[in-house]
């Protein structure tokens, strides 16, 4: 069967194991299907998520104009301690960014090989824990904007990174770390401000992944180097396609990207 797709972030279930679906055209592939199935992807062109235009892709999606002035990529949402719609001061689109920024946040711990801490919309739970890989993952503050959530990981971060191990998360690499003990050490970095936020009557989300296999050794593919390639898909994960030979392909990272799948 051949689809065409403009890539995204696969959507997601919390099933158990997670359901993974990506569009294509008018149409749906459930991806969870194909596992143990060969798979080919072949690079076809470019569609900016934003402006809709034909032409190079730079990042999360968008073209290189999109990117530096549309208001869904601010710094902000990188580093959320930079909000400032909470102050009525505008960004690049004031009324876009009180929409996100002020509502629930949820500053979280997850095992993605190693303990991070990470901050999302409450709305994006446990999406946003899917996408990162997470094996398991524990509220531990809710703040009624994004601002207070970046200023408690601010805190945090200068004890649990705040990146994700991505290899380590392929590869089935987990921490031993309990997190609900990791969450009681994590409270002594907040000050008194923070901690009105504190959430603790959470227990960890535990999530399991349609893997096969995990891979031994990763190597990514970017479909600029890369332009077509064929495998045997053994595991979706995080936002990752795991491939018999190795191989990752990062859906997410691909976003704007016009591909044809066939299977």
């Given at each position: 069967?051949?689809?065409?797709?403009?890539?995204?972030?696969?959507?997601?279930e919390?099933t158990?194991?997670?359901?993974?679906?990506?569009?294509?055209?008018?149409d749906?592939?459930?991806?969870?299907?194909?596992?143990?199935?060969?798979?080919?992807?072949?690079f076809?062109?470019?569609?900016?998520?934003?402006c809709?235009?034909?032409?190079?892709?730079?990042?999360?999606?968008?073209?290189k104009?999109?990117?530096?002035?549309?208001?869904?990529?601010?710094?902000?949402?990188?580093?959320?301690?930079?909000?400032?719609?909470?102050l009525?001061?505008?960004?690049?689109?004031?009324?876009?960014?009180?929409?996100?920024?002020?509502?629930?946040?949820?500053?979280?711990?997850?095992?993605?090989?190693?303990v991070?801490?990470?901050?999302?919309?409450?709305?994006?739970?446990?999406?946003?824990?899917?996408?990162?890989?997470?094996?398991?993952?524990?509220?531990?503050l809710?703040?009624?904007?994004?601002?207070?959530?970046?200023?408690?990981?601010?805190?945090i971060?200068?004890?649990i990174t705040?990146k994700?191990?991505?290899?380590k998360?392929?590869?089935?690499?987990?921490?031993?770390k309990?997190?609900?003990?990791?969450?009681?050490?994590?409270?002594?970095?907040?000050?008194?401000?923070?901690?009105?936020?504190?959430?603790?009557?959470?227990?960890?989300?535990?999530?399991?992944?349609?893997?096969?296999?995990?891979p031994?050794?990763?190597?990514?593919i970017?479909?600029?180097?890369?332009?077509?390639?064929?495998?045997?898909?053994?595991?979706?994960?995080?936002?990752?396609?795991?491939?018999?030979?190795g191989?990752?392909?990062?859906?997410?990272?691909?976003?704007?990207?016009?591909?044809?799948?066939?299977?």
């Open positions: 069967m051949k689809y065409k797709s403009l890539l995204k972030r696969m959507a997601t919390l158990e194991p997670v359901t993974y679906y990506l569009d294509a055209e008018d749906f592939i459930i991806l969870n299907n194909l596992l143990d199935k060969n798979l080919k992807i072949s076809e062109g470019y569609q900016c998520l934003s809709g235009q034909d032409v190079p892709i730079f990042a999360q999606g968008m073209c104009k999109c990117y530096f002035e549309s208001p869904q990529v601010g710094e902000w949402v990188m580093k959320p301690e930079l909000s400032q719609a909470h009525g001061i505008e960004d690049r689109d004031l009324s876009y960014e009180k929409s996100v920024q002020l509502q629930p946040h949820i500053v979280y711990l997850a095992k993605t090989g190693d991070k801490v990470g901050v999302t919309r409450k709305l994006q739970v446990p999406y946003r824990w899917i996408d990162q890989g997470a094996n398991e993952a524990l509220a531990i809710e703040t009624p904007n994004r601002f207070f959530a970046g200023q408690a990981e601010v805190l971060k200068q004890h705040d994700t191990g991505w290899q998360m392929l590869k089935g690499v987990q921490s031993d309990d997190i609900l003990q990791v969450r009681e050490q994590t409270k002594k970095y907040l000050d008194d401000e923070l901690l009105i936020f504190w959430l603790d009557d959470r227990q960890p989300v535990k999530i399991t992944y349609p893997v096969i296999k995990h031994e050794k990763v190597k990514s970017n479909l600029k180097k890369i332009p077509e390639f064929e495998a045997k898909l053994i595991g979706i994960k995080g936002q990752y396609l795991i491939f018999e030979d191989s990752v392909f990062n859906v997410r990272n691909h976003s704007g990207y016009i591909v044809n799948l066939s299977f």
